[in-house]
């Protein structure tokens, strides 16, 4: 088994497309597997995070890092794991947000 840092790594090679002054952080590159990733990619995600790991991932994920349908799927999967406390719905942007 690859270590988590060779893991993200070649993640963030594959998944991550663009590129800002910073890198992307761990949590950045987590939820975008967990939204757009491979079923192998996603096995070998749940292979080097628990179950709370990813769920705590979901709580602090941003609007748009995660995509309705696959939050609906981890939320599934995480709470046969014995997840709870995952919101029913992904963060939204909100357009007052945004004017405070």
Do not use: C, H, N
């Not at 890198?23 to 987590?30: G, L, V």
């Not at 995660?66 to 029913?88: N, V």
């Amino acid at each position: 088994m690859p270590s988590r840092t060779s893991l993200l790594t070649s993640f963030a090679a594959r998944y991550i497309w663009w590129r800002d002054e910073a890198p992307p952080s761990e949590d950045r590159i987590i939820a975008q597997v967990m939204s757009i990733g491979t079923w192998d990619d996603i096995r070998r995600l749940e292979g080097a995070y628990s179950a709370d790991e990813l769920r705590k991932v979901m709580l602090r994920a941003q609007p748009g890092w995660i995509s309705a349908p696959s939050w609906e799927l981890w939320r599934g999967r995480l709470r046969a794991a014995g997840g709870r406390g995952i919101p029913g719905e992904p963060p939204r942007r909100s357009f007052y947000a945004e004017m405070l």
